[in-house]
């Protein structure tokens, strides 16, 4: 197999890829593929790895190599990468991408199906200390592999690019994938990232195996979530704990987390569909995140720092959030800004912030009905109609 390749620059980092996945909307698969526009992703994926300690980096699904020569050549550290793919060209694009940044002493190959090389080293002193899943679609089929390579407090991180089934658009998709109900809303990417985090939990505590989400994003058409994981069976209890059901009003606005799915609004008592279970816990790590967004403003990666600065404080909030759109058209009136309403909430006690998973979404312990009150006042003291 053959394809031209051209050299860009990703970070520090060189990178041979196909010039046909520079241009194309949907970069090909064959014969091997390569996404410009994760560079984000890979970006973030740089900087955590960067602050947390750990020698061991295992790119599992490595394509080009991409991420896992990004590790090797631009940590400051010594990380060992090892890097596999099943697709034979793919590997022989890694290789050479290792020699061209020099970091071939750091990097080890592997040709093989994924599960059947992460559960080679099952119960070895080998397992990594970063394990990375970075499929074409869902990572359901990789997460126990994974968590079966993975060391103590090792950290695992998962991208899926099935978001419709995640998001509500395919709730039975989601049922069988995930084990989980997903719903439509106006936090439906919070959700969504919510029943994954939920399935590894899950898949963590049947191997006694508890998690500690690091942080997560929502961009474009994918989801992402880093998590610490302990080996103990009293934390895989305690992540058991932290799941349950949320759901959202379609007559009145109401949202509410429930330890229960729960079948009727409390507010108004119209029917409404929960979604999950989901993830109910703590979704971020202040002190991670801190120095990741440092890491990335330091090395100048001018899309991740603001994703990973947009999470700081989320976990303060309930799982959902209300939209401001969505609030102004139920009240019929014309949009107000996010600052206004939230100086307004400010003043009336109620913290807020911007939903980092949602384009126009707000977070705050308010209830529908109080937001919706203060957006209304705010809507009627504005001197102008304001833009979002
Ligand atoms: C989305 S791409 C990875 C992109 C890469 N991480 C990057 O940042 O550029 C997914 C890769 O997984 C590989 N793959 C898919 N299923 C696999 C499996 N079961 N075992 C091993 N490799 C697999 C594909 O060949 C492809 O290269
Ligand atoms: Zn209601």
């Not at 197999?1 to 241009?23: F, H, Y």
């Not at 679609?137 to 998962?158: N, R, W, Y």
């Not at 994938?177 to 590894?200: K, Q, V």
């Amino acid at each position: 197999m053959s394809a031209r390749l051209v050299t860009i620059a990703e970070g520090k980092t060189k990178l041979r890829v196909p010039k046909k996945s520079l241009s194309e909307r949907e970069p090909a698969t064959n014969p091997v593929f390569f996404n410009p526009a994760a560079r984000v992703n890979r970006d973030v994926s740089v900087a955590i790895t960067s602050v947390l300690a750990g020698s061991s980096f295992c790119d599992v699904l490595a394509g080009t190599g991409a991420r896992g020569i990004r590790i090797a050549k631009e940590v400051p550290r010594s990380v060992q990468v090892t890097l596999n793919d099943f697709n034979r060209f793919a590997m022989t694009i890694a290789k050479r991408n290792a020699q061209l940044n020099r970091v071939t002493d750091r990097c080890s190959f592997s040709h093989d199906e994924a599960n059947h090389f992460l559960y080679s080293k099952f119960g070895r002193d080998e397992k990594f200390d970063f394990l990375d899943l970075d499929p074409f679609g869902s990572p359901a089929p990789f997460l126990e592999a994974g968590l079966a390579a993975s060391a103590h407090e090792s950290v695992v991180s998962v991208t899926a690019t099935d978001t419709a089934v995640l998001c509500g658009v395919y709730p039975s998709v989601a049922l069988r994938r995930y084990g989980s109900t997903s719903r439509r809303s106006d936090f439906e990417h919070e959700t969504a990232i919510r029943i994954l985090l939920y399935f590894c939990c899950r898949a963590a505590a049947a191997a006694d195996i508890g998690i500690e989400p690091i942080a997560c994003h929502s961009t474009r058409h994918y989801l992402r979530v880093y998590l610490l994981t302990h080996r103990s069976a009293a934390s895989a209890d305690h992540s058991v704990r932290q799941v349950g059901y949320v759901a959202e009003c379609r007559t009145c606005g109401e949202c509410t987390a429930s330890e229960a799915p729960l079948t009727k609004c409390r507010e108004c008592g119209e029917r409404v569909q929960a979604a999950g279970p989901i993830w109910t816990g703590r979704i971020t790590d202040g002190r991670v995140l801190e120095r990741a967004k440092h890491f990335a403003d330091r090395m100048s990666f001018t899309n991740a720092a603001p994703i990973l600065q947009a999470l700081v404080g989320v976990d303060r909030y309930p799982p959902y959030s209300y939209d401001l759109e969505r609030i102004c058209s139920r009240l019929k009136i014309s949009s107000v800004s996010h600052q206004r309403v939230s100086e307004r909430l400010s003043s009336e006690g109620f913290d807020s912030m911007k939903q980092p998973f949602e384009k126009s979404g707000l977070k705050t312990k308010a209830s529908y009905a109080e937001a919706a009150e203060i957006v209304k006042e705010t809507s009627s003291s504005s001197p102008q109609t304001h833009q979002i």
